[in-house]
């Protein structure tokens, strides 16, 4: 009996190490796991439904969100939290077709341009309060979204603009391969473009080094020389570029231009986010988790579509994928670290 409890344990220790070895930083191999065992269950309840059809859907459903979440990702690695990025895109992607109908301009590269620099203004509104002023990141994104919105339905417009501007609106039909019936667009390549830039960025310089050790402890990082609210002001500009580019996306994909659309996606884009790794206390976060994450949650909701179930019922199962998610990430961060004490006070007692 004790032989067999000795293997017992034994093979769980393997397993832990293997698991310790590939799960990845943040976690990632449960989350394509996770993915995996969904296309899974699609497979045995709908098999007709995973088709390249599909998997095009699943595609353009997710370039938005992940744009956005790549701003949202620098965020909340820094320990902060942001629900203004929807209005700040929808603005600059909003303004942007509004300035060039009123001028009756023309354009294919400038506009995203432009959209991201307003997104980079509005951006500052936030870097203004948080660094500046010291406000909670959550009530200052909040106030900043109710004036960017103000703001946009009071002197910008409130008109649906049904006709985007001739190039505009050919790179709205263009697309780089059809998956199926799916055509994906041509705007996936900077999108994706901009995920392995960011990922860089994180991992490869000192400002990003700066962002996970302001999540992981601010007043540690003012210690070692880290100017944070420097950082801080880096991030939530670039985070409304990220935004402002977003937007222009969305407005380019639907092929037309609504002040009141992007409205509560919030949800969706923190989801993928704190899914993918992101503790929402800060210090940790990746962007292929960040990529995973929103692969999971276009594919639940792209699933309930091609499962019948009324459009009620996403919101509600995003939001359980959320809690989930959340629960997840803080049990292993919270494993992580009760092993670390055990380590460490091995160490010492040795």
């Given at each position: 009996?004790?032989?067999?409890?000795?293997?017992?344990?034994?093979?769980?220790?393997?397993?832990?190490?293997?698991?310790?070895?590939?799960?990845?930083?943040?976690?990632?191999?449960?989350l394509l796991?996770?993915?995996?065992?969904?296309?899974?269950?699609?497979?045995?309840?709908?098999?007709?439904a995973l088709?390249?059809?599909?998997?095009?859907?699943?595609?353009?459903?997710?370039?938005?969100?992940?744009?956005?979440?790549?701003?949202?990702?620098?965020?909340?690695?820094?320990?902060?939290?942001?629900?203004?990025?929807?209005?700040?895109?929808?603005?600059?992607?909003?303004?942007?077709?509004?300035?060039?109908?009123?001028?009756?301009?023309?354009?294919?590269?400038?506009?995203?341009?432009?959209?991201?620099?307003?997104?980079?203004?509005?951006?500052?509104?936030?870097?203004?309060?948080?660094?500046?002023?010291?406000?909670?990141?959550?009530?200052?994104?909040?106030?900043?979204?109710?004036?960017?919105?103000?703001?946009?339905?009071?002197?910008?417009?409130?008109?649906?603009?049904?006709?985007?501007?001739?190039?505009?609106?050919?790179?709205?039909?263009?697309?780089?391969?059809?998956?199926?019936?799916?055509?994906?667009?041509?705007?996936?390549?900077?999108?994706?473009?901009?995920?392995?830039?960011?990922?860089?960025?994180?991992?490869?310089?000192?400002?990003?080094?700066?962002?996970?050790?302001?999540?992981?402890?601010?007043?540690?990082?003012?210690?070692?020389?880290?100017?944070?609210?420097?950082?801080?002001?880096?991030?939530?500009?670039?985070?409304?570029?990220?935004?402002?580019?977003?937007?222009?996306?969305?407005?380019?994909?639907?092929?037309?231009?609504?002040?009141?659309?992007?409205?509560?996606?919030?949800?969706?884009?923190?989801?993928?986010?704190?899914?993918?790794?992101?503790?929402?206390?800060?210090?940790?976060?990746?962007?292929?988790?960040?990529?995973?994450?929103?692969?999971?949650?276009?594919?639940?909701?792209?699933?309930?579509?091609?499962?019948?179930?009324s459009s009620?019922?996403?919101?509600?199962?995003?939001?359980?994928?959320?809690?989930?998610?959340?629960?997840?990430?803080?049990?292993?961060?919270?494993?992580?670290?009760?092993?670390?004490?055990?380590?460490?006070?091995?160490?010492?007692?040795?």
């Amino acid at each position: 009996m004790k032989a067999y409890t000795r293997r017992s344990r034994g093979a769980r220790l393997r397993v832990h190490e293997i698991w310790d070895r590939y799960k990845g930083e943040n976690h990632e191999t449960a989350l394509l796991l996770l993915i995996l065992a969904l296309l899974g269950v699609m497979a045995i309840v709908e098999p007709s439904a995973l088709t390249m059809t599909f998997v095009g859907d699943i595609i353009r459903s997710g370039i938005v969100t992940l744009a956005l979440a790549l701003g949202l990702l620098l965020v909340i690695i820094s320990g902060g939290m942001d629900v203004s990025f929807p209005a700040i895109a929808i603005f600059s992607g909003y303004a942007t077709i509004t300035v060039m109908n009123f001028f009756g301009v023309d354009g294919a590269l400038w506009p995203f341009l432009l959209a991201s620099i307003m997104g980079i203004a509005l951006g500052s509104l936030n870097a203004l309060f948080v660094a500046r002023y010291r406000m909670e990141t959550l009530i200052a994104s909040l106030g900043t979204q109710v004036i960017i919105r103000g703001v946009l339905l009071a002197f910008i417009g409130s008109v649906y603009i049904s006709t985007l501007p001739a190039q505009l609106d050919a790179i709205g039909a263009s697309s780089i391969m059809r998956l199926g019936n799916s055509p994906v667009n041509i705007l996936v390549l900077p999108v994706i473009a901009l995920a392995f830039l960011v990922s860089w960025m994180l991992r490869k310089t000192m400002f990003g080094r700066s962002i996970y050790a302001i999540g992981g402890d601010r007043e540690s990082a003012r210690r070692v020389g880290i100017r944070v609210p420097s950082v801080q002001v880096r991030i939530y500009l670039i985070a409304g570029a990220l935004a402002g580019f977003a937007g222009m996306v969305h407005v380019v994909l639907s092929r037309h231009a609504s002040p009141f659309e992007l409205v509560g996606t919030e949800l969706n884009v923190i989801a993928a986010v704190v899914i993918g790794g992101a503790l929402d206390s800060g210090g940790r976060g990746s962007v292929k988790g960040t990529v995973y994450g929103v692969l999971l949650i276009s594919l639940v909701q792209n699933s309930l579509v091609r499962l019948g179930v009324s459009s009620y019922w996403h919101v509600l199962v995003v939001g359980v994928v959320v809690l989930v998610g959340v629960a997840i990430q803080a049990q292993a961060s919270s494993r992580e670290a009760k092993t670390t004490r055990i380590l460490e006070s091995t160490e010492a007692s040795a």
